[in-house]
């Protein structure tokens, strides 16, 4: 569990996800889910965001957890299956314990005051989601020398922004986009084009020209100043660009674009830029491992006591949240070493095993560095 303050409306809040996590386009239907409000109203006040992953959600996590509920807090649940105590269907005895569950944590959220908030499921391909952390840990110690989805895939759509700026203040306004996310491509920042050429125009009555004066056409030395920019970032960029702008009414464009959408997934792919032992990668791992039990000794697992592939290098590996079917057969369609992951599924177990690949536990403590990403992205506005 992690506490931001926060100043604002429900609402407020919403939008403030809206930019920090990749937007699922509506057309993806329920493979994938963007966050949304499961109790309160947009208006309502929110002066605290208790951020809490939501897996293995004991009664009693769950009773120290309804004990924090203030007036003004909002609960944000990353994963909301995870606060089910049993799983039971409904029957005639009345409802199943999943929904006395689900009802019991609504009544205490309402009692308080509070509101409730599911982060939805797009911050699993997020870029600081459990498999970027993964990579992230990873890189920090090995020669990490790339990192791209191959699973689990996320598109999310991508604009261009031009924007008409007198010259000697491109600089100012290309920084203050970039500072926003606008001109990220790959590992590069501040990617932009710009042209010279002429603008025009003629102030009228009431305005208040940065050049020129009202009543007179003025010609000035402008760059055309164009970039690239994710969707969940559009709103900011476009408001830092017009407070970095010199000019009293600012003349910019935005076109949705058809060949640069961002591509996120839940399964990465890392290569190594020389082969590395699997011994190696389970040290790095350590590194976000967190205090359970599971997370204090990240292990290989196999058949044997010493698994498949445990003595021999490999160049490279993958990482996602999950071990289940979709994950291992990714990893072995694109000829990974190894899988590192943070939780294991029950089919996942079984492919693994048919498919003879070695897997890497890294432990459920990589939740807590999400929401320690989330709240610091949260904190910053």
């Known amino acids: 569990m992690r506490c931001v303050p926060f100043k604002g409306t429900l609402e407020t809040l919403m939008n403030a996800f809206s930019r920090i996590l990749p937007h699922a386009p509506a057309k993806d239907g329920g493979a994938w889910q963007n966050p949304r409000i499961l109790w309160g109203g947009p208006d309502a006040s929110v002066r605290r965001v208790i951020l809490e992953d939501g897996i293995d959600l004991t009664p009693e996590r769950k009773a120290s957890l309804a004990r924090e509920f203030r007036a003004g807090d909002c609960l944000v649940m990353l994963e909301l299956s995870g606060m089910f105590g049993a799983t039971g269907r409904e029957n005639d005895d009345g409802p199943?314990?999943?929904?006395?569950?689900?009802?019991?944590?609504?009544?205490?959220?309402?009692?308080?005051?509070?509101?409730?908030?599911?982060?939805?499921?797009?911050?699993?391909?997020?870029?600081?989601?459990?498999?970027?952390?993964?990579?992230?840990?990873?890189?920090?110690?090995?020669?990490?020398?790339?990192?791209?989805?191959?699973?689990?895939?996320?598109?999310?759509?991508?604009?261009?922004?031009?924007?008409?700026?007198?010259?000697?203040?491109?600089?100012?306004?290309r920084d203050a986009m970039a500072r926003e996310g606008a001109g990220h491509i790959g590992n590069y920042s501040h990617c932009t084009f710009q042209a010279p050429g002429q603008g025009t125009f003629l102030p009228l009555e009431g305005s208040h020209p940065y050049i020129g004066s009202q009543g007179k056409l003025e010609r000035a030395d402008e760059f055309r100043l164009e970039t690239l920019v994710r969707e969940r970032s559009l709103s900011k960029v476009i408001q830092a660009m017009l407070e970095a702008h010199p000019y009293e009414e600012v003349a910019y464009d935005v076109f949705q674009l058809e060949n640069a959408s961002l591509l996120l997934g839940t399964t990465l792919a890392l290569e190594f830029e020389r082969p590395v032992m699997l011994e190696d990668v389970v040290a790095a791992v350590h590194r976000v491992s967190g205090d359970g039990d599971e997370a204090k000794a990240p292990v290989l697992s196999g058949e044997n006591s010493r698994p498949w592939g445990f003595d021999e290098p490999v160049t490279r590996i993958a990482a996602s949240r999950f071990c289940g079917p979709d994950e291992v057969d990714a990893a072995r369609r694109w000829g990974a070493g190894a899988l590192v992951y943070v939780e294991e599924t029950y089919p996942g177990r079984v492919w693994r095993t048919r498919l003879n690949l070695p897997v890497i536990c890294a432990g459920k403590g990589v939740y807590d560095e999400v929401l320690k990403k989330l709240g610091d992205a949260l904190a910053a506005g």
């Not at 391909?125 to 990192?147: D, H, M």
């Open 96 to 173: 199943s314990p999943r929904v006395e569950w689900t009802l019991e944590l609504l009544r205490d959220v309402s009692a308080a005051g509070s509101s409730l908030v599911s982060a939805g499921n797009t911050w699993e391909a997020w870029e600081s989601g459990p498999p970027a952390i993964l990579t992230q840990a990873i890189g920090e110690s090995l020669p990490v020398s790339k990192a791209y989805p191959i699973g689990g895939f996320l598109r999310e759509k991508a604009y261009k922004i031009v924007v008409f700026v007198p010259r000697g203040h491109e600089d100012a306004v």
